[in-house]
């Protein structure tokens, strides 16, 4: 079955230092993956995506993906967080064969970014 | 601003009713996709249209009908509304027919009591 999980429901990270949020795929053939970000109150904003080429893809507000074939896993990265990173992030895959597809999203990741 | 918009914003009604959510696409986009975000089942996938025509099913409840009219905007109807319905609406729209990056809506908030 075409699948996406986030295992953490929250991340904490102090500000300044590097955050992860991690994400892995389940889904046959070549995956398409993305990553949006929810602010309270508002619609989901799309980050980054994957879908061919540099496994280290760069997106939005600083922040990157790398995309690990082996471990089918999909993290989105920052170098440095900012409190104002905290919001909830959401990983997609797109699946689906032929002129059909479909995106399936991950359950979120909160991440809280501490002063 | 992603340049979908939705309407209304908040909708409270009782059971059993019937109601419509509107949404319009961001210019040039002819896809738009509908999703359901409760904190029990996450964000799930309704329904995509794709230029007036329907493209792509998900989890989407029989009671629960959707189109896309000529001029691209789209409506989302809920009928035999249940408690269990209330939950955040998104409307998303994206250039082609593949589910590539999509530019989400506002949401609309719909409180069943």
């Known amino acids: 079955a075409q699948s996406v999980a986030q295992p953490e429901d929250q991340v904490n990270v102090a500000e300044g230092n590097p955050l992860t949020v991690k994400c892995t795929y389940s889904?046959?053939?070549?995956?398409?993956l993305f990553w949006y970000v929810q602010y309270p109150n508002r619609g989901l904003q799309f980050l980054l995506k994957?879908?061919?080429?540099d496994n280290l893809v760069k997106g939005s507000y600083g922040f990157e993906a790398e995309f690990n074939k082996s471990q089918t896993s999909f993290h989105l990265k920052k170098p440095s967080a900012l409190v104002s990173d905290s919001a909830l992030y959401f990983c997609?895959?797109?699946w689906g064969s032929g002129g059909y597809q479909k995106v399936t999203f991950g359950t979120g990741t909160k991440l809280q970014v501490i002063p | 601003d992603s340049g979908v918009t939705q309407t209304p914003k908040h909708l409270i009604t009782a059971t059993g009713q019937r109601v419509t959510l509107r949404c319009s696409p961001r210019?040039?986009?002819?896809?738009v996709y509908w999703y359901q975000q409760s904190l029990d089942q996450g964000l799930q996938f309704l329904i995509q249209?794709?230029?007036?025509?329907?493209?792509a099913k998900g989890n989407i409840l029989e009671r629960f009908s959707a189109q896309q009219f000529p001029d691209l905007h789209s409506e989302l109807n809920l009928s035999s509304l249940e408690l269990g319905d209330s939950a955040l609406y998104f409307c998303?729209?994206?250039?082609?027919?593949?589910?590539?990056?999509?530019?989400f809506g506002p949401g609309t908030r719909l409180t069943v009591t």
């Open positions: 998303a729209s994206s250039e082609g027919p593949e589910p590539g990056e999509q530019y």
């Open positions: 994957y879908i061919t080429g």
């Open positions: 889904v046959s053939g070549n995956p398409y």
């Open positions: 249209y794709y230029n007036g025509e329907e493209r």
């Open positions: 210019s040039g986009d002819l896809s």
């Open positions: 997609a895959v797109r």
